[in-house]
């Protein structure tokens, strides 16, 4: 019923940046957050960053300053503005988003996830 693509990976040398964008579709009444996730092979997936309703934005300590994250509500896109890349940046993106899809039960909401992206910082 819904779903959430990404898009915009692929290599990039140390101290370079990319943009990562995820677009949400299907039924979709309201989205309570949409966020980043990723994960190296060998390691677990780690919490990158999340934006909310309001527009606020936190980040993890290994990318703050560094990432910026924003969202097109009308587009129910996010985007993940990657800059000053590190080596140790290499992994899948993941895009989340926290999606209601009931008009009937608005305070419920499901988290949705992508398929991945690869991001690769080269040294």
């Known amino acids: 019923q819904v779903q959430l693509v990404e898009s915009g990976g692929g290599l990039v040398q140390a101290g370079g940046s990319l943009r990562l964008s995820c677009a949400a579709s299907?039924?979709?009444?309201?989205?309570?957050?949409m966020g980043w996730y990723r994960q190296a092979p060998g390691k677990a997936r780690e919490w990158v960053g999340t934006i909310r309703r309001s527009g606020s934005t936190n980040y993890s300590d290994s990318v703050k300053g560094r990432f910026t994250i924003s969202r097109e509500a009308a587009k129910n896109t996010v985007l993940l503005q990657m800059n000053s890349l590190k080596p140790e940046d290499t992994a899948v993106y993941y895009c989340n988003a926290d999606i209601n899809t009931s008009l009937a039960r608005p305070w419920y909401y499901v988290e949705y996830w992508g398929q991945g992206t690869q991001v690769t910082v080269s040294s």
């Open positions: 299907g039924s979709i009444f309201s989205i309570n957050a």
